[in-house]
Nanobody
Framework: QLQLVESGGGLVQPGGSLRLSCAASGFTLDYYVIGWFRRAPGKEREGVACIDSSGYHSNYTDSVKGRFTISRDNAKNTVYLQMNSLKPEDTAVYYC????????????????????WGQGTQVTVSS
């Protein structure tokens, strides 16, 4: 059974950095597209970044471009989200999820196209 577990969240000051991890168990990540999503208080869950199965192509929502970087280490069965220059508006619960179609990462990066959601990790950006 495909299971994803997020970790690495915490409390950080504005301008700080965090690295989130999404570890897979029960399957190999090699052939899956992984997306990071977040849900801020009172808002809908939104896509943040996704990476295709090759690891060579990724997609980011506009608000995090230039600040966040998604990467994958298939040998460790883990996908990472490096978050730099964090802002208070980045405060949210962050989730990772999987899909088997690169198309969904390139062109239809929405939560309905992803499954096997992890439990989430809280990121709080505050002074």
């Amino acid at each position: 059974q495909l299971q994803l577990v997020e970790s690495g969240g915490g409390l950080v000051q504005p301008g700080g950095s965090l690295r989130l991890s999404c570890a897979a168990s029960g399957f190999t990540l090699d052939y899956y597209v992984i997306g990071w999503f977040r849900r801020a208080p009172g808002k809908e869950r939104e896509g943040v970044a996704c990476i295709d199965s090759s690891g060579y192509h990724s997609n980011y929502t506009d608000s995090v471009k230039g600040r966040f970087t998604i990467s994958r280490d298939n040998a460790k069965n883990t996908v990472y989200l490096q978050m730099n220059s964090l802002k208070p508006e980045d405060t949210a619960v962050y989730y990772c999820a999987a899909t088997t179609s690169n198309w969904f990462c390139y062109h239809e990066f929405v939560r309905s196209n992803f499954g096997s959601w992890g439990q989430g990790t809280q990121v709080t950006v505050s002074s």
